[in-house]
């Protein structure tokens, strides 16, 4: 399968979870992230709203919530046309939605952190290899947001959450892809040798 094939095979499959696995699944993410040590000591931590099918994050948003961590969302930059932000997000961030129809925390009303400061970052993806490599929509918004990431500097660890089901034998890594620390899913959290723990 091509790029463009994979994804529509995995976004079907996901897609096709009924609601008792998807809970399910939310729960062992939770547990599978509570295995990282960047997790337990994390005090920023930036994760996605769960969309198109992508495993369920609100138990994990949750449990952050009740640790008292400082929790960022994903945003589309209005200027920087690609590139992602991070806006803190609680109970009373003022949403709305983007082009794609998420919901993200209102730019003009939040200060956005420097991704290179955040402690945690968890990314959504569509599939993953063996080796850590991620495939993801295919817009390229983490990848470019990210690129600092391979410079020396402070730079946050990159953790990956899928379903277990979203696993292929192996992916193209392309010399643009950031590299993850570790993907988490609901059968385990998943380490990679380069960027171990």
Not at 127 to 155: C, I
Not at 157 to 168: F, P, V
């Amino acid at each position: 399968m091509n790029k463009t094939e994979l994804r529509r095979h995995m976004r079907r499959q996901r897609r096709a979870l009924n609601h008792r696995q998807r809970q399910q699944a939310a729960q062992q993410l939770l547990h599978s992230l509570r295995q990282s040590t960047h997790f337990q000591h994390s005090r920023h931590v930036a994760v996605y709203l769960t969309n198109d099918g992508e495993i369920d994050t609100s138990v994990f948003i949750r449990d952050l919530q009740r640790r008292g961590k400082t929790l960022y969302l994903p945003v589309l930059h209005p200027l920087r046309k690609g590139h992602l932000s991070f806006l803190p997000f609680n109970r009373q961030s003022r949403m709305i939605k983007n082009r794609f129809g998420i919901s993200e925390p209102d730019f003009a009303s939040h200060r956005a952190m420097p991704a290179r400061f955040i402690n945690l970052i968890c990314m959504p993806l569509v599939a993953f290899d063996e080796s850590g490599n991620r495939l993801g929509m295919g817009g390229g918004f983490y990848d470019r947001t990210l690129a600092f990431s391979r410079q020396p500097g402070n730079k946050p660890r990159l953790i990956g959450c899928a379903y277990e089901l979203q696993k292929t034998a192996a992916l193209p890594a392309e010399d643009w892809d950031i590299p993850l620390t570790a993907i988490a899913t609901d059968a385990g959290l998943h380490r990679f040798q380069a960027h171990a723990e």
